[in-house]
T-cell receptor, first 111, second 110 residues
Framework: EAGVAQSPRYKIIEKRQSVAFWCNPISGHATLYWYQQILGQGPKLLIQFQNNGVVDDSQLPKDRFSAERLKGVDSTLKIQPAKLEDSAVYLC?????????FGPGTRLTVT | DQQVKQNSPSLSVQEGRISILNCDYTNSMFDYFLWYKKYPAEGPTFLISISSIKDKNEDGRFTVFLNKSAKHLSLHIVPSQPGDSAVYFCAASDGNDMRFGAGTRLTVKP
């Protein structure tokens, strides 16, 4: 069984630029999550999708972050414009029950 | 708001000994608890879980203990192996939200 795929693995951008991350969940997993993990902290949920609907986006900074999962499969997370404090690893996870399966993450550095 | 806390950022143990990683939570609505293991440059991988109706769950060398009255859980690894060296995250779920602790870096020395 293929795992959760994410791309790119690494991205370096300057502040005020835009960036997008892509996630392909495990086949058949209806629930998809985006997390932000800042160095030294645990993953923090940004947004949760159930199929193509948003279940929880209460911690998503909506003035600069957006996410979509148009066909209920792949998802993209966008940051526009980026700030220095957005430097983190962005993890995508999917689940069909209580256990979440994580992708390798995208390490974003904003300079 | 830190609803899940792992107060030890790091732990070092000798190979063959027991590793005990601790986790405390504040939200009494959490009813499912998980441990994830993370190697560098990889995403967290699920290790073991426990439901609030149990106080112990064992899987090979890994055992998770839950003390609901103390809102505390722990992960025991015995015997510890060098390949267990990783960051371990405790997570708690109320069925809707999952919250993660900050992680404990375990180093198992040969």
């Amino acid at each position: 069984e293929a795992g959760v795929a994410q791309s790119p693995r690494y991205k370096i951008i300057e502040k005020r630029q835009s960036v997008a991350f892509w996630c392909n969940p495990i086949s058949g997993h209806a629930t998809l999550y985006w997390y932000q993990q800042i160095l030294g902290q645990g993953p923090k949920l940004l947004i949760q999708f159930q199929n193509n609907g948003v279940v929880d986006d209460s911690q998503l900074p909506k003035d600069r972050f957006s996410a979509e999962r148009l066909k209920g499969v792949d998802s993209t997370l966008k940051i526009q414009p980026a700030k220095l404090e957005d430097s983190a690893v962005y993890l995508c996870a999917s689940s069909f029950s209580d256990e979440q399966y994580f992708g390798p993450g995208t390490r974003l550095t904003v300079t | 708001d830190q609803q899940v806390k792992q107060n030890s950022p790091s732990l070092s143990v000798q190979e063959g000994r027991i590793s005990i990683l601790n986790c405390d939570y504040t939200n009494s609505m959490f009813d499912y608890f998980l441990w994830y293991k993370k190697y560098p440059a990889e995403g967290p991988t699920f290790l073991i879980s426990i439901s609030s109706i149990k106080d112990k769950n064992e899987d090979g060398r890994f055992t998770v203990f839950l003390n609901k009255s103390a809102k505390h859980l722990s992960l025991h690894i015995v015997p510890s192996q060098p390949g267990d060296s990783a960051v371990y995250f405790c997570a708690a779920s109320d069925g809707n939200d999952m919250r993660f602790g900050a992680g404990t870096r375990l180093t198992v020395k040969p």
